[in-house]
């Protein structure tokens, strides 16, 4: 902070959060304090309101007697109702408007396996967003899977969710580890009578192939011509490089790094292991000239996706110098990506996109989410096709368009409320279109019912907050999360 100056206080919203701290912490630090200040905030605020979701009736109890109207006797009218026909759960409970968010919690976030409990956190955080920005019900699930030795099997997870589908409309799958993942979502997308979503997977493809269509728009290339470098090859990259495919990208044209090297035909180690499938599916599809070494595979390349080990040093500037003139770089790990935007455009990049907020360009996952499950609710979907999440992202990158993009915003953030009723519409007819809907509406029909719940889940809110039902946090907690994030970073 400079002499003389007054510093500005952060306001309750956090609105004026990078303003405060570029003003109180240098440049190549303020990225790192804020993410500091945040979770010391986070801890504050979860042990205040002791976690952050409720159930609350949407029915009203204008007298006890109406307790026999919502339970016995006069429920056993609607459990024979839907006894006859299974169906009849849809209308009769809030089965159509619920997901269950589940986890083992063995990889949350960037922070890996957390115990049986430690997933809690963010699945009621996934809750809550599914609630304020898609307009439906959601519940947090941290499930034990694991065996008398402490591993997670997959198949304890396939077995809970299988039996939770009388209950909800919706799984989303969170933050399982590999190679687990696969197989769960695998199985379960097969087996199961409603829609079960990875969104570590498939939620991080679809925002990221909408950020991708915009930045390919701006710099005027065509995806049939692109070169792309993906370093990492988990779940969520493994997706992506599954719907560039899709897309129009020439699997050729594209280079795939894990941890031991690029992927290729020659990945003996690779075929050899079972539990690696997925990525040896595209060991066969792509880099069929077997080059190696990041140096060799940037040189020259259009798009780099990186959804890796957290950084700063995990993608190095001088291979980004390496690429192609305007080239396109998402480095997405959380909570740090692996080079902070400044220093990819340093090196030569002419968009950057980020997991971060507090970043130009975020690739939020929360952009896709609560629109491809609204969607998918609204015509009682029986799973999400890949197609329904690529028809996601074009719906999220044609969003932007309309309302105008630049380098610095290819994609719509999640504080532009009509991206998710949009979102839901287009999801919605890809769900008709491909056979998976119960239930047929107009596209017309799906956007104005999303917008009116989102719109009336915004508005309950705000009047819990307004009228005490929801408590303001106690004046002092941001000021103790600034201080100590003062204190470790002003020395």
Partial sequence: MHKGTKMKELSNDLSNLA??????????????????????????????????????????????????????????????????????????????????????????LGDGDCGKHGGLGVMEGKAMLMKYLGGFDAIALCIDSRDEKGKPQAQKTIDFVKMLQPSVGAVNLEDISQPN??????????????????????????????????????????????????????????????????????????????????????????????????????????????????????????VLIALSTPGPGTIKPEWISLMAPQSIVFTCANPVPEIYPYDAKAAGAYIVATGRGDFPNQINNSCGFPGILKGALMVRASKITDNMAIAAAHSLADFAVRRGIHSDDIVPKMDETDVFAYEAADVAMQAITDGVARLQLSREEVFARAKADIDASRLLCHKMMQDGSISAPPEGLIREALNATKAKFCR
């Fill in 19 to 108: 303003e405060v701290f570029s003003s109180l912490f240098p440049a190549g630090e303020v990225a790192a304090a804020q993410t500091f200040f945040l979770k010391q905030l986070s801890l504050s605020a979860h042990q205040f309101y002791q976690g952050k979701m409720q159930t609350l009736p949407k029915a009203g109890i204008w007298g006890f007697n109406w307790f026999n109207v919502w339970y016995t006797p006069g429920v056993s009218a609607v459990s024979t109702s839907i006894r006859d026909l299974d169906a009849r759960a849809y209308d009769l409970s809030n089965k159509g408007n619920l997901v269950a968010v589940v986890s083992d919690s063995t990889r949350v």
């Fill in 181 to 302: 993942c696969y197989r769960v979502l695998d199985e379960l997308r097969d087996a199961c009578e409603i829609p079960v979503w990875h969104d570590d997977a498939q939620g991080t493809a679809c925002v990221t192939l909408a950020g991708l269509i915009n930045a390919l728009k701006l710099t005027g290339r065509q995806v049939g011509n692109v070169r792309c470098v993906l370093y990492g090859a988990g779940a969520s990259n493994s997706t992506i490089a599954r719907f560039l495919m899709i897309s129009g990208i020439d699997p050729a044209q594209m280079i795939i790094f894990d941890s031991k090297g690029a992927l290729h035909p020659q990945r003996t180690d690779i075929a050899n292991n079972p539990s690696k499938y997925r990525q040896w599916e595209l060991c066969q599809k792509t880099n069929p000239t077997c080059i190696d070494g990041m140096e060799n595979a940037m040189r020259g390349a259009d």
